[in-house]
């Protein structure tokens, strides 16, 4: 699986959109899923839901929801939960909805979304486009906790087992606990990442951040991707363009010699790359190309 991140507006979903097209076009089976909350990939493939729809030959896209996540995490556990917690506490079947605030609960569904997916061995790739660079991490690091929580409840419900008189939570603890190291072997040994700047000052500090992030968290670094980057020779004599083309040579330089990983370059288009086509030339450029400096 390949993860695309990196700071909100750099040209992730354009990214990940790029890839996914150019793979279909080469006859692989791909699933593009966005956990964005505020995805635009709709603008790429008009009606795309939280519903896999195939988009184009051998490419379906889903944009999970919170609402679907959340109904996944109800058909999997809910009715386990309600009958644990009704057997141990005076509560309502509307304790589950309260139950869906739980910190790193809706992150564990969206993820357990993506490994039954990549389990399924119906898709040769799949490419996730992930919400801007602070939701990506706290999704990450929310399913570390996660499974500390459940290693430590399962410790205690251990102890506590003698005195608890009602149905035993050992085994639906211990099935949630199962699922999180999963996850977390997924994103350690099955995820490769991609991060996306633009050659500014900030896309650029940020993507280093976070792709030393990733790396502490274990997750394998494949690619970064300088997006956006002015042509040279567009505008002679304009002073204010050839200004604005020194700063992003700055950014782009300090990109190049930082990035752990090779660097792969997409020009700033006069018009936003939403066409198939467009963005199956971009995926082109991206996987085919290789990563000369121009600025070198
Ligand atoms: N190389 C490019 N040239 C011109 N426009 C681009 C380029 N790359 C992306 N864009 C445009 O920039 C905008 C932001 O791109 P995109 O939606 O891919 O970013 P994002 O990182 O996914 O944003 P968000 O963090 O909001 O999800 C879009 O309108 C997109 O069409
Ligand atoms: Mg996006």
Redesign the pocket.
């Known amino acids: 699986m390949r993860l695309v991140a990196g700071k909100g507006g750099v040209g ?2 354009t990214v990940t959109a790029a890839l996914a097209l150019h793979a279909a076009g080469r006859g692989e089976r791909v699933l593009l899923v966005s956990t ?1 909350p505020t ?2 990939l709709g603008q790429i493939f008009p009606g795309v839901t939280d519903r896999v729809r195939t988009v184009a030959p051998g490419l379906e896209v889903v944009e999970l929801t919170r609402p679907a996540v959340l109904a996944r995490w109800r058909e999997r556990f809910g009715e386990e939960v309600y009958r644990v917690l009704r057997s141990l506490l005076p509560v309502e079947r509307d304790v589950l909805d309260y139950l869906e605030g739980v910190p790193g609960l809706e992150e564990e569904f969206l993820l357990s979304y993506l490994l039954d997916a990549l389990d399924s061995g119906q898709y040769d790739r799949i490419l996730w ?1 992930a919400a801007p660079t602070a939701g990506t991490l706290a999704l990450l690091e929310a399913q570390a906790l996660f499974y500390d929580h459940l290693t430590q409840a399962h410790r205690l419900y251990l102890k506590l087992q003698g005195y608890l008189k009602g149905a035993d939570p050992t085994p639906l603890i211990e099935g949630w606990r199962i699922l999180t190291g999963r996850i977390l072997a997924m994103l350690r040994t099955r995820t490769r990442a991609w991060v996306v700047a633009q050659p500014e000052r900030l896309p650029v500090v940020q993507g280093l951040e976070l792709m030393a992030a990733l790396e502490r968290f274990g997750i394998a670094l494949e690619r970064a991707v300088l997006n956006r980057v002015l042509p040279e020779a567009a505008c002679p004599g304009c002073a204010f363009y050839e200004a604005r083309v020194r700063e992003q040579r700055v950014w782009a330089r300090r990109w190049r010699e930082r990035s752990p990983v090779p660097v792969r370059q997409l020009p700033e288009l006069a018009s936003p790359p939403l066409a198939a086509a467009e963005l199956e030339r971009l995926g082109h450029l991206l996987e085919e190309e290789s990563d000369a400096d121009p600025h070198a």
């Open positions: 992730k979903t964005d995805g635009a486009d």
